[in-house]
């Protein structure tokens, strides 16, 4: 005996048939059935068969504007949803993206703000639509300058200072795009405040250790001056060009005790665009008649006089050079002075206290170079008195 699947096994299965086709097909073989009873009954009345004639034709009709109307409701469903779909995308970008965005109409005022804007700029979301940029912004001007920038053509990229709503001052990187929608306008903020000090740090760190190379390059080439016997002009001379790129002098003295409180010029070096004139004539100098070498003396970090015009008991101490402002350290061997080392310009307030600091680093390798070359010389002479006496031994001996 067959199964009831059995006998079905022939028939098609009407699964997945939509219902408009089943209703479609039933109203076209009701439209054939009346047209045929009408074809039979009624055959010698056409007006009868033309009015079933138009009957089946609206059938017709209605059938293909209901099909039409399904399948206007799908594309719109399938539209709705694939909008609904992408707007949820970018909903979830424009809220969950961590730089601030806002949307700005002609005036530059917010029409729209994602919670990161809220965040970096210090108000709820409420209060930020409807603002305008300016009453953020740290400078007066730079709402204009950012007006002509969103309005200009393509994205437009750079930095600017805001002001929070606590009053709070943060810098923040900025892209904008002019006219993405009508008369709308993107702006991206990011805080770059942080970054920007981190930068300042670095910079300054990076001036500070270019210093200290600088000046261990400056001891360095004054160190290595003791290395060499040479004749204390050229000592000096070198001692006074390598500190020139770094204390900025237009005139350079060495001033060195001959007896107790009196200096002589053992060396005078003019800079002036890079040239070098050297004073032939040795000038002493009586360091109690000038406070501020009797001062410099006694003071084993130097002196700084930034304006010598401030100062009422100032007097220059050489004949050709008027000074604005003098800087000046003590030459020390041990616990004994052996001389200054002195820089002048014109100009007032040209010298700083890390000029200072520097003439003060120098001045050790300085009066050790001092030193080396006075011992030099003394060789030099016992040298050329020795020559001269084996030169003539009879004199030597009488």
Same mark, same amino acid.
């Given at each position: 005996?067959?199964?009831?699947?059995?006998?079905?096994?022939?028939?098609?299965?009407?699964?997945?048939?939509?219902?408009?086709?089943?209703?479609?097909?039933?109203?076209?073989?009701?439209?054939?059935?009346?047209?045929?009873?009408?074809?039979?009954?009624?055959?010698?009345?056409?007006?009868?068969?033309?009015?079933?004639?138009?009957?089946?034709?609206?059938?017709?009709?209605?059938?293909?504007?209901?099909?039409?109307?399904?399948?206007?409701?799908?594309?719109?469903?399938?539209? &709705?949803?694939?909008?609904?779909?992408?707007?949820?995308?970018?909903?979830?970008?424009?809220?969950?993206?961590?730089? #601030?965005?806002?949307?700005?109409?002609?005036?530059?005022?917010?029409?729209?703000?994602?919670?990161?804007?809220? &965040?970096?700029?210090?108000?709820?979301?409420?209060?930020?639509?409807?603002?305008?940029?300016?009453?953020?912004?740290?400078?007066?001007?730079?709402?204009?300058?950012?007006?002509?920038?969103?309005?200009?053509?393509?994205?437009?990229?750079?930095?600017?200072?805001?002001?929070?709503?606590?009053?709070?001052?943060?810098?923040?990187?900025?892209?904008?795009?002019?006219?993405?929608?009508?008369?709308?306008?993107?702006?991206?903020?990011?805080?770059?405040?942080?970054?920007?000090?981190?930068?300042?740090?670095?910079?300054?760190?990076?001036?500070?250790?270019?210093?200290?190379?600088?000046?261990?390059?400056?001891?360095?080439?004054?160190?290595?001056?003791?290395?060499?016997?040479?004749?204390?002009?050229?000592?000096?001379?070198?001692?006074?060009?390598?500190?020139?790129?770094?204390?900025?002098?237009?005139?350079?003295?060495?001033?060195?005790?001959?007896?107790?409180?009196?200096?002589?010029?053992?060396?005078?070096?003019?800079?002036?665009?890079?040239?070098?004139?050297?004073?032939?004539?040795?000038?002493?100098?009586?360091?109690?008649?000038?406070?501020?070498?009797?001062?410099?003396?006694?003071? &084993?970090?130097?002196?700084?006089?930034?304006?010598?015009?401030?100062?009422?008991?100032?007097?220059?101490?050489?004949?050709?050079?008027?000074?604005?402002?003098?800087?000046?350290?003590?030459?020390?061997?041990?616990?004994?002075?052996?001389?200054?080392?002195?820089?002048?310009?014109?100009?007032?307030? &040209?010298?700083?206290?890390?000029?200072?600091?520097? #003439?003060?680093?120098?001045?050790?390798?300085?009066?050790?170079?001092?030193?080396?070359?006075?011992?030099?010389?003394?060789?030099?002479?016992?040298?050329?008195?020795?020559?001269?006496?084996?030169?003539?031994?009879?004199?030597?001996?009488?």
């Amino acid at each position: 005996m067959r199964s009831p699947d059995h006998a079905l096994q022939g028939v098609p299965s009407l699964r997945g048939v939509s219902p408009f086709r089943v209703a479609a097909a039933g109203i076209a073989c009701a439209a054939v059935a009346l047209a045929a009873a009408m074809l039979s009954r009624f055959r010698s009345q056409p007006s009868l068969i033309l009015l079933g004639i138009a009957v089946i034709v609206l059938c017709i009709m209605a059938l293909l504007h209901a099909r039409f109307l399904q399948l206007a409701q799908t594309r719109f469903l399938l539209t &709705r949803e694939s909008l609904d779909r992408r707007d949820y995308e970018f909903h979830s970008v424009f809220d969950r993206s961590l730089d #601030a965005i806002l949307i700005l109409d002609d005036q530059l005022i917010c029409q729209e703000a994602n919670p990161a804007a809220s &965040r970096l700029l210090g108000v709820d979301h409420h209060r930020l639509v409807g603002r305008s940029m300016g009453q953020f912004s740290a400078d007066s001007i730079e709402p204009s300058l950012l007006w002509r920038r969103l309005l200009g053509e393509g994205p437009y990229r750079g930095r600017m200072e805001l002001l929070r709503a606590d009053g709070a001052r943060i810098l923040a990187e900025f892209t904008s795009s002019a006219n993405m929608l009508p008369s709308r306008h993107l702006l991206m903020l990011r805080d770059s405040t942080a970054q920007v000090r981190a930068e300042e740090v670095r910079s300054r760190s990076l001036a500070v250790a270019k210093s200290n190379f600088l000046e261990a390059q400056v001891l360095r080439n004054a160190t290595l001056a003791l290395t060499h016997s040479v004749p204390m002009n050229a000592v000096l001379d070198n001692l006074l060009e390598n500190v020139h790129p770094f204390i900025p002098y237009e005139t350079a003295h060495v001033l060195l005790l001959e007896a107790p409180g009196r200096l002589f010029l053992a060396r005078e070096v003019c800079s002036e665009i890079g040239k070098t004139h050297r004073s032939e004539f040795a000038e002493t100098v009586d360091s109690g008649a000038f406070p501020v070498l009797m001062q410099t003396l006694e003071q &084993r970090g130097g002196l700084l006089v930034s304006d010598t015009r401030l100062e009422s008991d100032w007097r220059s101490f050489t004949r050709e050079t008027t000074a604005g402002s003098w800087l000046g350290v003590p030459l020390y061997t041990e616990e004994e002075a052996i001389g200054i080392l002195s820089f002048v310009h014109t100009s007032p307030n &040209r010298f700083t206290a890390e000029h200072l600091r520097l #003439a003060a680093s120098l001045a050790i390798p300085a009066s050790l170079a001092v030193q080396n070359a006075r011992l030099h010389e003394r060789a030099e002479i016992f040298r050329a008195e020795l020559e001269r006496h084996l030169s003539n031994p009879q004199r030597t001996e009488n």
